[in-house]
């Protein structure tokens, strides 16, 4: 589960790269690349709850909202951000990077000698090369190795970023508003596994981040009552004569999440 959270972060990061490559296109061009990508991040997001790493489950989901939002208001100026990694993460995709890097120089190396020499000449710089590219290959395939190797080791030292930013600054947030107001906030991070978006049943899980805790809850739902409860929820918010507050989903789905708060 470590390995794949380490590379899940490597995916995310590198949709991150190509989101602030597309900041310019079409913003139906932008909803379909994100409606795409969408599940990379929810799949991350679920693989750090499942061990424990709520914060950095919440910079994923977090990072998600960000680019929902910043990418369809252009007017918003919003550096694109990248998650962090921990002390391991962070050397094993050093080595990683270095040997993908190697693989790349080579690579590039003998398709320009193919540009440049005619297939009957060179032969021997391109053995030479087709040598070192192998070499390279291999050089990866062991660093992979290695890094499964690292990531199976028992020991939980250097596998959690206890303090990420956005939950920080989050948190910081809640509580300026629970001195304002009186009463505690929190933010609430809604999460619905796939099944939910076919037929069936499945569960409603939230994240929820108060001004001193990051919690997780989870019920069993019905498709048809989400998609209900959501619609009845939609119309009230369209109107100033209605309260909403009755018909938000966490005050039924997470009842328990909040008695075990106060």
Known sequence: MRRGS???KRAVNLLQQLRASVAGLDKE??????????????????????????PEAHQVLNLFKDQQFFDFNRGTDQAVSNLTLTPRESAINATLEQATLRIATVGEQLAQLSHKVDPSEGA?????????????????????????????????????????????????????????????????????????EGEGDGSFSALVVTPDAVTFTTQPVKRDAVNEK???LWGLLQSDQYDPRPLILSRKFFRNSAAGEQ
């Open 6 to 8: 380490n590379f899940g």
């Open 29 to 54: 061009q932008q909803k379909s690349l994100l409606k795409s990508n969408e599940r990379t991040y929810r799949i991350l997001a679920y693989m750090l709850i499942g061990t424990d790493r709520l």
């Open 124 to 196: 021997a710089e391109r053995q030479r090369l087709e040598a070192h590219l192998k070499t390279a290959a291999e050089g990866f395939l062991l660093a992979v190795k290695q890094a499964d190797t690292e990531f199976s080791r028992a020991s939980s030292e250097g596998n959690k970023v206890v303090d990420i930013a956005d939950t920080v600054q989050l948190q910081k947030t809640l509580r300026e508003l629970s001195q304002q107001t009186g009463q505690k906030a929190v933010a609430i991070y809604t999460l619905l596994d796939k099944e939910l």
């Open 230 to 232: 959501a619609l009845q």
